[in-house]
């Protein structure tokens, strides 16, 4: 079974999002995939109760109770690594990883970016977005590297920047398709890493 471990930050919409395409597109038997436990940052993280309420472990290492960024990292790596994880995923993990993090799940690390990257890397994307003037914005699944939002792009969705938007009203509507094809691109990076593993 190609175990997928998702990290946390808040409520985990899509996380909750790719849970629930895993139960309903029977990843299980159709791609011996399954979402293996859900790790949050911070104890009171809404998500976390979603995850267990699905049988799915969940786990808070409040990163506070560390000395350093590198000590929590090295923890968060432990538990991550006990699931012995085909897939790391992102979803709305509000934490810059160590760059030693990122090299220990090189190919196997993956995010989704609430902007068409390149454009808008970093934070406010959706207010950047409308004080430039963009006409359509969107949202990224990439590959995470030690450059922040620099790494290969694996799947994208663009929607309209309406008159009158505002920073939430198009994260709203950026949400939407990020609930649509985050599940899509984790299903594809499951694929493409087992066809690697098949390759003579």
């Known amino acids: 079974m190609k ?10 919409s899509n996380m909750a999002a790719i ?8 990843w299980a038997r159709r791609d011996g995939a ?19 309420a699905q049988g799915i ?7 506070r109770a560390y000395a350093s ?3 929590f990292d090295a923890e968060l790596a432990a538990a991550i690594d006990r ?4 897939l790391v995923v992102l979803a709305g993990f509000m934490r810059i990883l160590t760059p030693g993090f990122v090299a220990r799940y090189a190919g196997r690390l993956i995010n989704i970016h609430p902007s068409l990257l390149p454009a808008f890397t970093g934070r406010h994307t959706h207010q950047r977005a409308i004080d430039a003037g963009c006409r359509f914005a969107g949202t990224t699944v990439h590959q ?21 938007d505002t920073a939430d009203s198009l994260a709203a509507r950026v949400l939407t398709q990020e609930h649509l094809i985050y ?12 066809a690697l593993s098949d390759a003579p």
């Open 83 to 86: 699931q012995q994880p085909a």
């Open 144 to 164: 995470v590297t030690a450059d922040l939002d620099a790494g290969p792009i694996l799947d994208q969705a663009v929607v309209p920047v309406l008159p009158g």
């Open 19 to 26: 849970v629930r395409a895993a139960q309903q597109e029977d």
């Open 183 to 194: 599940p899509r691109a984790v299903r594809a990076c499951l694929q493409r890493l087992a």
């Open 34 to 52: 399954r979402v293996a436990a859900v790790i949050s940052h911070r104890p009171d993280a809404a998500g976390l109760a979603f995850a267990r």
């Open 57 to 63: 472990a969940a786990l808070a290492l409040d990163h």
């Open 69 to 71: 960024r590198a000590a």
């Open 3 to 12: 175990n997928i471990v998702i990290l946390i930050s808040g409520a985990g």
